[in-house]
């Protein structure tokens, strides 16, 4: 390989994290072996298809195409390439810790020749690079090298993330593989914190359960609102001016979902308690966000009565807007809360329907906004959007029998819907 060339990759696991990485690093002009042992999202890949809904990706594959390699085996990876990224789920366990055996599906199938090295994206506990470490050795596989390169792309904006991000972190063992990883990310220009593997674990889930606890925080602080008839949102805009509190993360809504956010505090709440350490304030944030998806049953009877027989709309399923991912979605939780008190749920989300559908086969299916919003006693904004952000309340108000709007994300022009003659009720505004 000459110095102009790039270092050609494997990405092992092709999920929403690898092949945003895949492609980024084809983009920047690696060849990129994609390993996923999902044969039919290889297939649908190697057909031009892409199985998740990421704004900006299909380009980008499209463009990429010739430096794109997918296969269920991994022989072609190991051939073509020293840099083994591995971007396997990793879900929680019945006991909430990080379920690892995807992650040790991939050590294991390392075979015994040296000149690899693993660079871990998937989020695993602090620990897991030392563990594989010492795996590696026992299993005379002791010249594989192991780098932790945690990921911080959010979905929606994904692909701009992989070009832009906020910081690389690389945690390695000095060898020539975190070289190799700081190379590569070397054309984005971002700033670069090199560290040790077990801080490099760290630093993901710190990162992901402070960002949770200032949802948290600020969905406490909307609920105290409520009662002393302070308005959230103006108290999130004076407090995120303060340049030591930032106005990002302050949105007071129906609770945080996601893959990430739910399985990595509670997975780090686990790691701290498995090592003898309370950590109490995840067991709040945790908590408050689970009351908060379950706040606007609360809301509904206060407006309706009894919800039983009651026509609830609900706009939006997937976890945040601009993704099919319906992973912790609140949705499920309000779904089913909704359902328990014999209400009738019917459901529309532009895009993610499908994976909902798998997750609540039970619920009512409208095809689009205004046939959940039909005959609705209440109306609910679960995932902002902007379709939902921009419908003509007018329109609403003819179309729906009652006459309540919940703002579950503070997203709606409040003034706008109520002067359709409709109720509006945000998450901590005034009233
Ligand atoms: N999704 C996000 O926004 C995000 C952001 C940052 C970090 N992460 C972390 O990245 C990791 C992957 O997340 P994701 O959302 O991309 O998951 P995903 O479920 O979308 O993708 C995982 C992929 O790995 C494949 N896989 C499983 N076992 C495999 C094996 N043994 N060999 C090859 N492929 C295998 C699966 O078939 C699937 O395609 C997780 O640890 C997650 O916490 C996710």
Redesign the pocket.
């Known amino acids: 390989m000459s110095s102009s060339e790039r270092e050609p990759i494997a990405v092992?696991?092709?999920?929403?994290?690898?092949l945003v990485t895949a492609v980024g690093f084809a983009e920047l002009g690696s060849d990129v072996w994609c390993?996923?042992?999902?044969a039919e999202?290889i297939d649908r890949l190697r057909r031009g298809e892409i199985p998740i809904y990421e704004p900006g990706l299909d380009e980008l594959v499209a463009r990429n195409s010739s430096r794109l390699h997918f296969s269920t085996e991994l022989a072609p990876a190991l051939e073509h390439a020293r840099l083994l990224f591995v971007?396997?789920?990793?879900p929680p366990t019945h006991s909430g810790d990080a379920d690892l055996s995807?992650v040790h599906?991939?050590v294991g199938s390392m075979p015994r020749p040296d000149g690899h090295a693993l660079v871990m994206?998937?989020?695993v506990p602090c620990g897991t690079g030392a563990n594989i470490r010492r795996i590696f050795n026992e299993s005379g596989k002791s010249g594989f090298s192991y780098v932790s390169c945690p990921?911080?792309?959010?979905?929606g904006s994904a692909v701009g993330d992989f070009m832009h991000p906020d910081r690389v972190v690389v945690g390695g063992e000095g060898d020539w593989a975190e070289e190799a990883v700081v190379r590569l990310y070397e054309p984005l220009d971002a700033p670069l914190v090199r560290t040790d593997i077990a801080s490099a674990e760290m630093i993901k889930l710190a990162a992901n359960a402070f960002l949770a606890t200032k949802i948290s925080f600020i969905n406490e602080i909307a609920n105290v609102c409520e009662a002393l008839g302070a308005d959230v949102v103006e108290v999130a805009r004076g407090m995120g001016l303060d340049d030591r509190i930032g106005p990002k993360f302050l949105q007071a809504g129906i609770g945080y979902g996601g893959?990430?956010f739910t399985?990595?505090v509670s997975a780090l709440k686990l790691l701290a308690g498995n090592s003898g350490y309370h950590f109490q304030l995840l067991n709040a944030v945790i908590e408050v966000n689970e009351l908060q998806k379950r706040r606007v049953v609360s809301k509904l009877k206060r407006h309706l009565g009894a919800l039983a027989g009651k026509r609830i709309a609900l706009l939006g399923l997937a976890f945040k807007p601009n993704t099919d991912d319906m992973r912790g979605a609140s949705s499920l939780v309000l779904a089913a809360r909704l359902q328990a008190e014999g209400a009738h749920v019917r459901a529309y989300d532009p895009i993610a329907e499908d994976q909902a559908r798998t997750l609540m086969p039970q619920l009512d299916y409208a095809d689009c906004a205004d046939g959940a919003i039909a005959d609705a006693d209440a109306v609910i904004l679960v995932t902002e959007w902007r379709e939902f952000i921009e419908l003509e309340w007018e329109q609403v108000a003819r179309a729906m029998r009652g006459t309540l709007v919940i703002d579950g994300r503070n997203a709606l022009d409040g003034t706008a819907v109520r002067a359709a003659g409709l109720t509006y009720e945000g998450i901590g505004r005034r009233r």
């Open positions: 092992i696991g092709t999920g929403y994290v690898g390993v996923d042992v999902d999202k971007a396997v789920g990793t995807a599906a991939v994206k998937s989020t990921e911080f792309l959010k979905e893959s990430c399985k990595d």
